[in-house]
């Protein structure tokens, strides 16, 4: 059933598959194999029995720079042997270890990160705003001088690189998992989330279009197709809000308006689009940011935080980790449907996303032409996929079950 679904989407959201190269195929398998990754070669053939699988090999091979991040031999031991037989399971993992885009020249030291867009996108697994919008991975360099691939529950870091053609392969010490839900996030994430989860799960509020008083967790898990939320971590939430919770819970126009603060309704926005410019909170207020020496901050009327753990993926949006509880209560309405509504007119104009790092400009880190802003910045609600509720996220969490074990991991960074 579940690859029954998973293909049925896959066919209805790939673009028409034009062959495969198969002399770059075979060199570039024959380059895996003399370079230690003998199983993630032999795992081409496996993709190559699905229609699903043969668009990623013609995807790969089309001459187009791709970032191929290459679990060893060793990695792939851990993998469960259920999940190596099933190919609609596999084609999904593979596919999201291969970015799209020339990143020769992009590096980032943490907390500034690298993203782009994979080959994931699978709507059974990626609930986005838009459908058939791919799912982001994010790398950085960290203190220890290693390119770490984030959000995973076993950390994998880069310890060798090769191309071959316009491929770049990183060699990985771990098989990568997808981003799940909030949820998974959470049980997987024992440290950034610990309180604001209990928190969201604790106060319900009537949101608009979310079906009466609902747990403003149960917004973010499920109900929402494309997010930006700023969660508070634990030393704000037990700093800021410990004598005002109750004020803000018995007024629920408060409460509303200071989670709407938090979230960019309908717009996934990863840590790189996130430095000068303004968005519309989902209450309506103007949402700033400001990226300097000292760090990456958010602001909201007159509260300013610093985003301390950017780019918490998700399969349905983006986390990002502040130190400060944007107390502002105040609440524009108009604003707010305005942006609603700007965000899903342009989803029509917006389905494919260029490939490339996400968000970087001239200014970051010898950053060239070929790294300018995507479009992800701008990438919009789909009404009509909303209108599926939670059912979505239900499968993917599911799924990420299925997956359980070592490949799935969340959070961890
Ligand atoms: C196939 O890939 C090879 C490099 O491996 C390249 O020389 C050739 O031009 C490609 N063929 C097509 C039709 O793009
Ligand atoms: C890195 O990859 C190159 C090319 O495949 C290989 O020659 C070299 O031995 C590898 N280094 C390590 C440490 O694996
Ligand atoms: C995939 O299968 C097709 C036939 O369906 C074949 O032409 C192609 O060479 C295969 N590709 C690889 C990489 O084995
Ligand atoms: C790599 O990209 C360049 C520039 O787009 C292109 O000319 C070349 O054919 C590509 N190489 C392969 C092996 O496809
Ligand atoms: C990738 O970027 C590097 C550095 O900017 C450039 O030299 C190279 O030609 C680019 N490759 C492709 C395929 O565009
Ligand atoms: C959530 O509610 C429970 C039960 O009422 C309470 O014990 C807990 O302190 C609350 N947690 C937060 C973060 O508000
Ligand atoms: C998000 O925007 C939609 C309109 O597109 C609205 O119905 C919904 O209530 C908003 N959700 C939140 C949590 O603000
Ligand atoms: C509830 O909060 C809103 C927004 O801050 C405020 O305008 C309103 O006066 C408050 N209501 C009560 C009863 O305190
Ligand atoms: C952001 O909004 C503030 C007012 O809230 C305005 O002063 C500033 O110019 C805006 N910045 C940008 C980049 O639009
Ligand atoms: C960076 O911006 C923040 C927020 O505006 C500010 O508090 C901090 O002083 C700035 N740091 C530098 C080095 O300018
Ligand atoms: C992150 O990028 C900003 C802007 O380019 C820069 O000022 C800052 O030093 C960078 N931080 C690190 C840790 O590299
Ligand atoms: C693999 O088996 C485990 C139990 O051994 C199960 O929990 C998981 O759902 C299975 N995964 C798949 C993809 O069938």
């Keep these: 059933m579940m690859r029954l679904l998973a293909t049925a989407a896959l066919l209805a959201s790939t673009p028409s598959v034009f062959g495969q190269n198969f002399t770059f195929l075979s060199g570039l398998l024959q380059t895996l194999t003399s370079s230690g990754h003998t199983q993630l070669a032999s795992v081409a053939t496996k993709l190559n029995s699905t229609t699903a699988g ?85 790398w950085a360099t960290r203190e220890d001088g290693k390119v770490h691939v984030l959000n995973q529950l076993n950390d994998a870091t880069v310890s060798n690189t090769t191309s071959f053609g316009n491929v770049t392969i990183h060699t990985i010490d771990r098989v990568l998992g997808f981003p799940g839900s909030l949820a998974q996030a959470v049980e997987l994430d024992n440290t950034a989330l610990a309180l604001v989860a209990p928190l969201l799960h604790n106060i319900s509020l009537s949101v608009p279009n ?13 109900g929402l197709h494309g997010f930006t939320f700023f969660a508070p971590n634990d030393a704000a939430i037990t700093q ?9 819970v018995t007024n629920q126009t408060a409460a509303l308006a200071v989670f709407q603060n938090h ?26 940011f ?39 209560t105040a609440s524009d309405p108009e604003a707010a449907s305005a942006a609603a509504a700007s965000a899903s007119a342009s989803a029509a104009s ?16 010898g950053a060239g032409t070929t790294a300018t802003g995507t479009g992800t910045g701008t990438r919009q609600s789909n009404a009509a996929r909303k209108s599926k509720g ?18 799935v991991g969340m959070v961890v960074i």
Excluded: W
């Design 54 to 138: 043969q668009a990623v090999l013609t995807q790969l091979s089309s001459g187009s720079p791709f970032v191929l991040f290459a679990p060893t031999d060793n990695a792939f031991i851990s993998v469960p042997s259920n999940v190596t037989s099933d190919v609609g399971a596999l084609t999904d993992v593979i596919s999201y270890h291969i970015a799209s885009g020339n990143f020769t020249d992009i590096s980032t030291t943490y907390p500034n990160v690298t993203l782009g867009n994979t080959l994931l996108n699978n709507p059974q697994v990626v609930q986005l705003e838009a459908l058939g919008q791919p799912q982001a991975l994010a």
């Design 210 to 222: 979310a079906g009466g008083s609902t747990p403003l967790f149960d917004i973010l898990n499920g």
């Design 240 to 248: 800021t809000l410990a004598g005002r919770l109750v004020n803000l």
């Design 263 to 288: 979230l960019i309704n309908g717009s996934t926005v990863y840590s790189p689009l996130l430095s000068n410019a303004n968005r519309t909170s989902a209450a309506g207020e103007t949402l700033r």
């Design 290 to 328: 400001v990226l300097n020496a000292t760090g990456h901050y958010v602001s909201c009327g007159a509260v300013t935080a610093r985003i301390v753990q950017p780019d918490v993926l998700l399969a349905n949006g983006v986390v990002h980790v502040i130190d400060g509880v944007l107390l502002d």
């Design 350 to 365: 917006h389905t494919a996303t260029a490939p490339g790092p996400i968000g970087f400009s001239a200014t970051a880190t």
């Design 390 to 407: 939670g059912h979505g996220a239900k499968h993917v969490f599911k799924m990420a079950v299925a997956l359980a074990g070592a490949l």
